[in-house]
Structures are given as C-alpha cells and as structure tokens.
C-alpha cells in the first residue's frame, strides 16, 4: 500500500508515547482474546496489518462489539466475553480528537476512509499501536498492530475473563452505540 508522503510528515511530527495499562476487548465466545483480524475495522483497511481492537473502558469494548453484533440478522443470542489485558507499548502513537481533526478525520463520517487511511500510515512507520478515541464511548481505544504480538508476547497477558450479556447491557445503556 502507498502512503501519503504529507501524512508521513504530518504523523512523524507527533511524539511517540509509551502505554502501559489495562485496555479491554469483547469477543465471542472461544475466541483467543489476542487473536488479530485482518478483516477491517474503524483504523485499518481489510486485508492489510493485522490488527488488535482494544478499549481503555470495559464499558468501551462492550460498547464496540454491541454496535456491531447489532446490525447481524438474526441478532446473536449468545452472551459475549470481556477480556481484561495488561498492555505494554513501546512506541504508540496518541491522538486525540484535535489531532485527529487537524489530520482531517471527520467524526460525523460514518465510512471509516481517512482513519483507515492514518491506521495503515501509522503501522508502516512501525508504531507499536495507536491512542484514539472511541466512536462509540467516551474513552479511548487501544489499536495495537499486529507484528508486535507476535515479537512481545510478554508485553500482552489476558488478566481475566467474563461472560456478559450482551443484549442487556445494551437495554441497560441505552441502546446502541
């Protein structure tokens, strides 16, 4: 994939930061919680890096996954599973709603283009993941590429698991997200 060089130029400008939390992810059931997806999302075009979707909130994975599995006929019926993980990134990259703003990411754009654009930008120039605010809650997410997975499998531990369902957490907040 070909990057835009003024993109290249515009993310270099920011400082790296190092995460060292806690991020929630919302699988279904049997899912290796640590397992990557090429199949596309919010900051990464489908069939390109391997990526890891992960919230700073549970509320804020479970926010992500109830919007999706809500637009599936018929709607799953199975609960979903919250995963609580230790993250360690060495070199991520933050960005918040002004940054992104200024990177001409249109929060009202329900097509994920340009952020998929910056994600895929952000991962070639070998970030560990990328900071930046959730669409669906009022947290950040954690999008961690997938390489360094596989490199640090140590910097990445499931602290623990629980089944939610996930129908009445949405009836309970409202609805979708």
């Keep these: 994939m070909l990057h835009d060089q003024e993109l290249l130029d515009r993310l270099t ?3 790296p930061v190092v995460f060292d939390g806690e991020v929630f992810r919302a699988t279904r059931r049997g899912r290796d919680p640590l397992a990557t997806s090429v199949a596309g999302g ?7 890096t391997p990526t890891l ?6 509320d804020g994975a479970l926010a992500e996954i ?11 019926s199975k609960p979903v599973i919250v995963h609580t993980l230790s993250a360690h990134l060495r070199k991520s990259l933050r960005l ?5 703003s200024g990177l001409d990411v249109d929060f009202g754009s329900p097509t994920p283009g340009r952020t998929q654009e910056i994600g895929a930008a952000v991962a070639y120039l070998e970030y560990d993941g990328l900071i930046a605010p959730s669409l669906r809650w009022v947290c950040d997410n954690v999008i961690v590429f997938g390489s360094i997975l596989e490199r640090r499998s140590n910097d990445f531990i499931v602290r623990s698991s629980e089944e939610v369902d996930w129908r009445q957490w949405m009836r309970d907040h409202g609805g979708v997200c």
């Design 13 to 15: 400008a920011f400082a």
């Design 42 to 48: 919010r900051w990464m075009a489908p069939n390109q």
């Design 53 to 58: 979707y992960t919230s700073c909130e549970r």
């Design 66 to 76: 109830v919007h999706h599995w809500h637009q599936l006929t018929p709607l799953p």
């Design 96 to 100: 918040g709603r002004a940054e992104l």
